[in-house]
């Protein structure tokens, strides 16, 4: 089965970058993606890379996709307080339903002030 | 509606109980998903309406599991005799036919069964 993998924990100063790093399992994954969870709160998309492009900027956010690794990382530039949140990397293998994402266990992104 | 709704917020429930967990997705949108997310673990795909009819059922975990959306819309997740193994957060997705193919989650229904 399908096993995307993250480090569990991540704590940083505000204003400090923070870099969260994903194993995927799959190379032929056409989509991967971001979400970030806050307590009692959905998930919410925060971005999604396609597999023919390297890197992808939006504002804050760096998402950096090294196919031959399988190693996908996103970096949040000047972390904020609101930054802390639960951050699940995600992928849809080539061939899987559209929308059947893969999730991580999430990393606890703590940002102390 | 605005967002992806879902019912009840929280249910306990005893074992070998049957449970009802509903979801009214953002108007106009005809997929639908369900997933569970266990404590600490990330979700995990249930199942997959396009339209009325289950397009993807192979994540539900046993027979004891069963969705439905009968008018393309609102959908119900029921499952029967619950086992304290189920307690998790069900969460309800849904997707604009056209776009980005963004899944919007709603806040999910807690399940604890004792």
């Known amino acids: 089965g399908e096993d995307v993998e993250q480090s569990l924990f991540l704590s940083v100063r505000e204003g400090d970058s923070s870099v969260i790093n994903c194993t995927y399992t799959?190379?032929?994954?056409?989509?991967l993606y971001w979400y970030k969870q806050e307590p009692g709160a959905g998930l919410q998309l925060l971005t999604y890379?396609?597999?023919?492009?390297d890197m992808k900027q939006d504002q804050r956010l760096t998402v950096l996709l090294n196919k031959k690794d399988k190693h996908l990382s996103l970096r949040i530039a000047d972390t904020q307080t609101g930054d802390s949140a639960i951050y699940f990397c995600?992928?849809?293998?080539?061939?899987?339903?559209?929308?059947?994402?893969?999730f991580g266990r999430g990393t606890q992104l703590t940002v102390w002030p | 509606g605005a967002g992806v709704s879902q019912t009840p917020s929280n249910k306990v429930t005893e074992k070998g109980k049957y449970v009802e967990l509903r979801c009214d997705p953002i108007?106009?949108?005809?997929?639908l998903y369900w997933y569970r997310q266990s404590l600490g673990q990330g979700p995990e795909f249930l199942i997959y309406?396009?339209?009325?009819?289950?397009?993807?059922d192979s994540g539900l975990p046993n027979d004891r599991f069963f969705a439905v959306r009968p008018e393309g819309s609102v959908s119900t997740l029921k499952i029967q005799r619950t086992e304290r193994g189920d307690s998790a957060v069900y969460l309800c997705?849904?997707?604009?036919?056209?776009?980005?193919?963004?899944?919007?989650f709603g806040e999910g229904s807690r399940l604890t069964v004792l």
């Open positions: 997705a849904s997707r604009a036919k056209r776009g980005t193919g963004e899944l919007f």
């Open positions: 799959d190379s032929s994954s056409t989509y």
């Open positions: 890379i396609f597999s023919n492009m």
């Open positions: 995600a992928e849809i293998p080539r061939g899987s339903t559209l929308g059947r994402l893969y």
């Open positions: 108007s106009g949108h005809t997929a």
């Open positions: 309406f396009q339209g009325t009819g289950a397009a993807d």
